[in-house]
Each structure stands twice: as C-alpha cells, then as structure tokens.
C-alpha cells in the first residue's frame, strides 16, 4: 500500500492524544472516523477540535472554508466496527497494555488484512500489540507528542516483526501531516520517555529530599537549561498518573534501579493529586 491510497484514517479513542489525531489528519484533507465509547466524549472532542481550528482562523493560519471542511472531514461513531472501512488505524486509548492488546485483537478480526493497526502508546511494547495480532508485519507505533497540532515530532517505533512497507507507509504518512518522523527500536519508553520520564522523576526525588522547592527546581531547568517549562510543571501538564505509569514500564522493562519510581510521585498519585487534570499536583491549578 501507498500513502496515496490511504483515504480514510481510523482513531479509537477521542480523548486529548486521539482528538488532536484527528484534527491532524482531518485539516491534512484525510477522511477520518473517531471512536470512542460515549456520545459525550466524541462530542467534547469536536469541540476541542473546533476551538482549536477557531484559534488557527484567529491567527490567520487557516480561513473560515478550511476550517469547516476539516471538522466534515470527521465522523463519529461509537461501533468499532465502522473502522474496517479505514486503511490505516491508530489506538489512541489510556496507557494499558490489557486495554490495548483487546483492541489491537478486536481490529485484527473486524479489519481486512492489509490494514495497517498503530498505536500513539508513549512507552509500551509494539511487539507485544502485534503478537495479538496476525498481521504483527503491518503493527507499527506512531508517538504523537501532546499537543498534537502543535508538536512537530512522530516517534515510529519498529516492532519485531514490522515490516520495511509499513515502515514506509507511517513515514510518507507522518510527512503528509506535516510532521518529521524519528525511527525508533521496540524497548521500553522508546526515546522521548527513556530520556524525559527519569528527568522529571529525579526532578521528584530532589524535591522529596529537600533539595530545593517545587518553583526553583523548575526555575533552574529553565533558566539553565533553556527548557521552556521546568520538568515539575511538565509533570503536571502530563499527568502524574501517566508519568507514574511510565517509569513502571521502564523500572519493569529493564530491571535497572535507576528507574525506580520516586516514592513522592507515588504518594501524589494515591493522594489523587494528578496535576492540571485534578486541579492540584506539584502546583495548584484553578480547574
């Protein structure tokens, strides 16, 4: 298959990773067909997507026309089945690896077989997805970074079995969207995550030992380390639920002590304190 014959482009899951998906590949002139479980959920999604077109006519980066003919771009539906007349489908669910191997085996039965199934996963195994597959050849991973209509970065990661066209199709496919796309080996949290995850969570450490406040901890990534949110304020703009995920995935999946969860995040965490989400995390929001 080429990128030229992908017309429609299948998402499950219409939370922030899979509306910005959409929106992506919509405004790209991709017909797109968005699932999740409620009628509430994909509602709120256009809506976000709506916004967020209405901020881009704002600025004059697209007109009024390109705006309303990418939201007609994109169908509802929650029946996954309707995704079997997509060529190209990316999960883009919570990060559970039970939760996305079911859905991974559900597109396998109800797609045809050159369809090619993606997961957005920021950490978990593609060989493992694919394995609940029989089509682990045409199982890639496509990272998206948060907020997608604006982060310029796809990390696809290669399974073992991936093959060199699906390769190449998530390529020239990524490009389309206007995105550059890295090429990244199947091992926990791939590149983003292996590098940034153990950062904020030293970042937890330091500010567990009373090394320095929550405010000058992130001051000093910024100031002296050009970083243009300090890693405590990131943290909390991710999730301190799904950064706690994460190093789990990684402390699992390489047995390396220096992966190990800081015991403040997990207390933050048991504590519901999740960050902007929750309205208090290492900062306090106004929700």
Known sequence: MQVEEIKKIGIVGAGTMGNGIAHICAQSGYD??????GRDILDRAIKTIGTNLD?????????????????????????????KRAQLIVEAIYENLDAKM?????LDIQCPHDTIL???????PIT??????????????????????????????????????????????????GKTPVEVSDYPGFIANRILMPMINEACYALMEGVASAEDIDTVMK????????????????GLDVCLAIMEVLY????????????????MVQAGYLGRKSGRGFFVYNK
Not at 32 to 37: A, C, G, M, P, Q
Not at 102 to 106: A, D, K, L, P
Request: charged share 20%; glycine share 6%; hydrophobic share 40%.
């Open 32 to 37: 797109v067909i968005l699932v999740d479980t």
């Open 223 to 238: 100031l002296g380390m050009n970083h243009p949110m300090g890693p405590l304020t990131l943290a909390d703009f991710i």
């Open 128 to 177: 493992q997805l694919a394995a609940h597959t029989k089509r682990a050849d045409r199982v890639i991973g496509m990272h998206f970074m948060n907020p997608v209509p604006m982060m310029q970065l796809v990390e696809l990661i290669r399974g073992i079995a991936t093959s060199d066209d699906t390769y190449h199709l998530a390529r020239n496919l990524s490009n389309a969207l």
């Open 118 to 124: 993606a997961s957005n996963t920021s950490s978990l």
């Open 55 to 83: 901020r881009m006519v704002k600025k004059e980066k697209i007109t009024e026309q390109q705006k309303n003919e990418t939201l007609a771009r994109i169908k509802t539906t929650s029946d996954i089945g309707d995704l």
């Open 102 to 106: 079911g859905i991974f085996t559900q």
């Open 252 to 267: 699992k999946g390489f047995s390396d002590s220096k992966y190990r969860p800081c015991p403040l995040l997990w207390k």
